[in-house]
């Protein structure tokens, strides 16, 4: 995860995720959050990431994602 601006007092915090990628048995969702600042209403980046997801089954090992 990259910080790339603080959250200030006021600021309107969004937050938007969607999956970048998929594999056979883990996924990638990036996540960014932005806000919205001040008077003018100017949209911040404030940080980003992409987290990886791994299915796992009962003994704690990979196995296929169910479809969707």
Known sequence: MKFI???????????????????RTSTGIRIDVTATRGRSQRRV???????TFVALDEHHRPRPLSAA
Not at 6 to 20: K, M, Q, T
Not at 45 to 51: E, I, K, M, P, V
């Open 45 to 51: 980046d404030l940080t980003s990431g992409l987290f």
């Open 5 to 23: 601006s603080p959250i200030l007092l006021g600021d309107i915090v969004s937050i938007y995720a969607h999956e970048e990628r998929r594999g």
